[in-house]
């Protein structure tokens, strides 16, 4: 069982950054494949993110692209969420999430596929 921890929500203005921070507890970290999903109220869960193994090869929402950037330090077992320019519409709770398996684009975009999720970060942005 993989235990996911988000950090680094919080309130902030709009046009500002915030970086979230998952730390998953698997020993075997390297082997996952991670991604970040929110959910606003009211809405369904809607995927943000995906980031490899190597971190390079990442998949986004076209809705965060250019705006979000996801990376991992495999060394600190940390998977982070770096997002820029931030709108009202990116206020939802934000999740991480794993799988055992990979994906690509479009198939990274539903959350049933993923096999382990965080308790989830709020991120308010006001207007």
């Known amino acids: 069982q993989v235990q996911l921890v988000e950090t680094g929500g919080g309130l902030v203005q709009t046009g500002g950054s915030l970086r979230l921070s998952c730390a998953p507890s698997?020993?075997?970290?390297?082997?996952?494949?991670m991604g970040w999903f929110r959910q606003a109220p009211g809405k369904e869960r809607e995927f943000v993110a995906a980031?490899?193994?190597?971190?390079?090869?990442?998949y986004y929402a076209e809705s965060v692209k250019g705006r979000f950037t996801g990376s991992r330090d495999t060394d600190k077992n940390i998977v982070y969420l770096v997002m820029n320019a931030l709108g009202p519409e990116d206020t939802a709770v934000y999740y991480c999430?794993?799988?055992?398996?990979?994906?690509?684009?479009?198939?990274?975009?539903?959350?049933?596929?993923?096999?382990?999720w965080g308790q989830g970060t709020q991120v308010t942005v006001s207007s």
């Open positions: 698997a020993p075997t970290f390297n082997s996952y494949f």
């Open positions: 980031i490899d193994w190597g971190g390079r090869n990442n």
């Open positions: 999430a794993a799988r055992v398996d990979t994906c690509s684009g479009s198939g990274c975009s539903r959350s049933e596929e993923w096999d382990y």
